[in-house]
Nanobody, 117 residues
Framework: QVQLVESGGGLVQAGGSLRLSCAAS????????MGWFRQAPGKEREFVAA????????NYGDSVKGRFTMSRDNAKNTIYLQMNSLKPEDTAVYYC??????????WGQGTQVTVSS
C-alpha cells in the first residue's frame, strides 16, 4: 500500500521557519522524483519544489526561490522542505508528490502551514 505522510506543518509568525517532512512507503522511493506542491483556499494547486531521484538536482517555484530548500534521504524514504523567511502568502496546505515518467503518481494527504502577519 502506497503512503506519503507529511508532517511538520503548523502556525508560525512571518519571518519564521518550518521544516516539513514526507515519509514514503509502499513503492521504490529512490526511483521517483519527489515534489512539493501547495494549495491555498480558493486557489489552484501550485508547484513549490522538486528533487531528482538522487537528490543532486532541485528546482523551485519562483515564489519560493531563495527561501525554501528541498532535500531527500533515500535511506529513510523521506523528503524534506526547509522553509525560511516565511510570508503570510505562504499559507496553504502543503502536499508531497511522487513523480514517475513526468507524471505525479501519488499524493500525500497534506499538512497545513499558516503564517501570521
Amino acid at each position: 500500500q502506497v503512503q506519503l505522510v507529511e508532517s511538520g506543518g503548523g502556525l508560525v509568525q512571518a519571518g519564521g521557519s518550518l521544516r516539513l517532512s514526507c515519509a514514503a512507503s509502499g513503492f521504490t522511493f529512490s526511483r521517483y522524483t519527489m515534489g512539493w506542491f501547495r494549495q491555498a483556499p480558493g486557489k489552484e494547486r501550485e508547484f513549490v519544489a522538486a528533487i531528482s531521484r538522487s537528490g543532486e538536482s532541485t528546482n523551485y517555484g519562483d515564489s519560493v526561490k531563495g527561501r525554501f530548500t528541498m532535500s531527500r534521504d533515500n535511506a529513510k524514504n523521506t523528503i524534506y522542505l526547509q522553509m525560511n523567511s516565511l510570508k503570510p502568502e505562504d499559507t496553504a496546505v502543503y502536499y508531497c508528490s511522487a513523480d514517475y515518467a513526468g507524471s505525479v503518481r501519488y499524493w500525500g494527504q497534506g499538512t497545513q502551514v499558516t503564517v501570521s502577519s
